[in-house]
């Protein structure tokens, strides 16, 4: 191992290396632009970050090899000391501990367990400044000592121009996660926020939940942030790194937002402060190092999240990859444990741990869903408990007991997250079985679906959204549009579910379930259709539920009429209809970007096949397939789902 850590100094500090003053500035370098070399340079004046604009000097040119040597020695102690740790506790699980060592972990005994069994079984550690998970072996001081491994490798990699990555000032993504956004100074972070007065008015906002926009998780308790808020303002330099990069997580939601409604006094505000205040977030999490447990962590990890789901590109995969992170970040801070096992914490401490958990589960269950993968919340075996139903009035400050919880009917700020929760584990559910190596009997689809179905009929009757009942834009608040979205997801998870066991044979009664299932939910979702103004077409997510929605009807058409059944639930036109307004609403949408114009273009052409020989009275043995590059529509039915998928994802090159 000490062998291993003079190799890697070896190769920093190659003698000889001739050392290059780059010519551009420091920010065209990071974005791999054209400088043309002025002070300030045409580009940072475009994106108005004239004071920014830096270029290094030959006083930093001091060449890498005269610089590194000093971090040679602390390298190699420290790879020393961190395999002496590991063969320590090597030898430690080889022995049971008789007594319990941890400092403070006897105010963390339940009354039904030994101190032996809270080893055995995990403990979360909670001193006021830090709440840790620590597992049978406490691998808590392995993961610090790899953490300070990390930043004298940062040290040591900052030392050489030519061997440093490339970094970058923008934020896409997982790309915080791997240390390539550009690190900054905390005064630098705290310049980029606004002045207070506007700070106050997307604060006031963001709370609003009934004229809020988007739908925000009820994490956190609105009169603890904003005591934490006025604390800010009085000596911001004294602020937690992680709290601000809350504060920064929080005004990127706002400008988000702004692209669904713009109150008045907000006007004016670009999507580039968007980008900024997440990029600002991305950096108050690498300097907090979200393995260090610190307050607020989890929630500022989960509102980047909300930022990241409600963005118009498709970044679904990222977001999967992002979710896992956030989840594996929460239980190591002890999450997925009950705070019931965690006597130190107040009961308004406690009743929002549960919400943050049930929130960090739900962005798992529905980021798995959009991306296709499996789901990690199942493999963690949590026993958080569902948080009540209750208004905010009713957890004070310092509440003595917690109220009973109330029903779903009644609507409190949590009762959105609780009901979404129970149909996501569904959507989970779907996932986990389509990704399953070795499929199971056709009893297994029917079994989630039945789950989907549960979930739906237990949703309270003012979250369901009748699309026969609604005007297009007739939204008055985050509530409605919130549940449309959830109505379409359940639709969309059916879909989902059911597509890839529709039969070949017509014949096939049970496989004939979910034929039906795939229709009605198609049909739901040209009707929810209808109330999406052409804005919502800008995200891909939308795109691609309506297109899949589409497919479904357009493969039934096909299969009617190749070989025509009498034995329909719904009729032949009634279909042809359907898939005739959808194709109507894509055209009044095809200008809202270039990605609605090509699916419009695509359903079009889909269409004047299936029109011409309905309105010729052709029999169906007579008439030809439909020229369909995608799918083979032969007699067998094979459709390539995956390549339906791609083409609808948006991924085209024009992006």
Not at 324 to 349: C, F, K, T
Not at 353 to 362: M, P
Not at 387 to 400: F, M, V, Y
Not at 513 to 532: E, K, N, T, W
Request: aromatic share 8%; proline share 7%; charged share 25%.
């Amino acid at each position: 191992m000490q062998h291993q850590g003079v190799g890697i100094a070896g190769r920093i500090s190659k003698p000889g290396r001739r050392f290059r003053i780059p010519l551009s500035c420091e920010s065209c370098r990071a974005r791999k632009l054209k400088c043309n070399r002025e002070k300030p340079c045409q580009n940072c004046i475009v994106r108005g970050e004239q004071t920014t604009c830096a270029y290094k000097s030959s006083t930093h040119g001091t060449p890498a090899s005269c610089r590194q040597d000093k971090h040679v020695d602390p390298m190699r102690q420290r790879i020393d000391h961190l395999e002496d740790l590991v063969k320590g506790l090597i030898a430690q699980r080889q022995t049971p501990p008789d007594t319990i060592s941890s400092q403070g972990l006897s105010e963390l005994r339940s009354e039904s367990a030994s101190p032996s069994n809270l080893v055995l079984a995990g403990t979360t550690l909670i001193d006021g400044a830090h709440s840790v998970y620590k597992a049978t072996d406490d691998w808590q001081d392995v993961l610090q000592e790899v953490n300070e491994l990390k930043r004298l490798w940062d040290e040591t990699q900052e030392a050489s121009e030519t061997q440093q990555p490339r970094l970058s000032n923008t934020v896409d993504g997982t790309s915080l996660l791997f240390g390539q956004v550009q690190r900054a100074d905390l005064p630098d972070i705290l310049s980029s926020l606004p002045p207070k007065p506007e700070v106050d008015r997307l604060i006031q906002w963001f709370f609003d939940r009934n004229k809020f926009p988007l739908s925000i998780p009820p994490i956190l308790h609105e009169p603890t942030f904003m005591r934490e808020y006025t604390k800010h303002w009085e000596d911001p330099s004294q602020t937690s790194i992680i709290w601000v990069g809350l504060l920064f997580s929080i005004l990127g939601i706002t400008m988000l937002a702004l692209q669904f409604s713009t109150p008045p006094g907000f006007e004016g505000m670009s999507e580039s402060q968007f980008h900024l205040y997440r990029l600002r977030t991305a950096q108050c999490l690498l300097m907090g190092d979200i393995a260090k447990c610190l307050p607020y962590t989890v929630e500022t990890l989960r509102f980047n999240a909300t930022a990241e789901l409600n963005r118009k590109d498709d970044n679904s995969r990222g977001l999967w990859i992002m979710t896992g992170v956030i989840v594996r970040a929460a239980v190591n801070m002890g999450y997925h444990r009950d705070p019931s096992h965690m006597p130190s914490l107040s009961i308004l401490e406690a009743e929002y741990r549960r919400r943050v958990w049930l929130s960090v589960a739900n962005m798992d269950e529905v980021a798995s869903f959009l991306a296709g993968f499996p789901r990690m919340v199942p493999a963690v075996n949590a026993d958080t408990k569902e948080p009540h139903n209750l208004h905010d009035w009713e957890l004070t400050e310092a509440p003595t007991t917690l109220p009973p919880s109330r029903p779903l009917s009644d609507t409190t700020p949590v009762t959105y997250l609780i009901a979404k929760s129970r149909l996501f584990r569904g959507l989970g559910s779907v996932v986990d079985l389509i990704n399953s190596p070795r499929p199971g009997p056709y009893s297994s689809v029917l079994d989630v679906d039945e789950y989907l179905h549960k979930a739906y009929r237990n949703l309270p009757p003012e979250m369901r959204v009748d699309p026969r009942k609604t005007e297009p834009g007739s939204f008055r608040n985050q509530l409605e549009y919130s549940n449309l979205q959830l109505m379409c997801l359940y639709h969309h998870g059916l879909i989902t579910l059911h597509r890839r066991n529709i039969p070949k044979d017509r014949n096939n009664a049970p496989g004939n379930i979910s034929r039906s299932r795939c229709i009605h939910s198609a049909l739901a979702l040209i009707d929810y259709q209808r109330l999406l103004l052409p804005f919502w077409y800008t995200f891909s997510q939308t795109r691609q539920m309506l297109a899949r929605a589409a497919m479904i009807l357009l493969l039934e058409l096909e299969s009617r009429r190749r070989g025509p059944d009498t034995d329909n639930e719904i009729s032949t036109d009634s279909l042809l209809d359907a898939f005739e307004n959808s194709v109507a609403l894509w055209n009044e949408a095809k200008d809202s970007c270039e990605e609605a114009h090509k699916v419009h273009q695509t359903l079009d052409s889909l269409l004047f096949g299936l029109k011409k020989p309905y309105s010729e009275a052709a029999s169906f043995e007579t008439v030809p397939p439909l020229d369909i590059d995608l799918f083979d529509l032969s007699n067998d039915q094979d459709v390539d789902w995956a390549s339906w998928d791609e083409y609808f994802q948006g991924d085209w090159p024009e992006q």
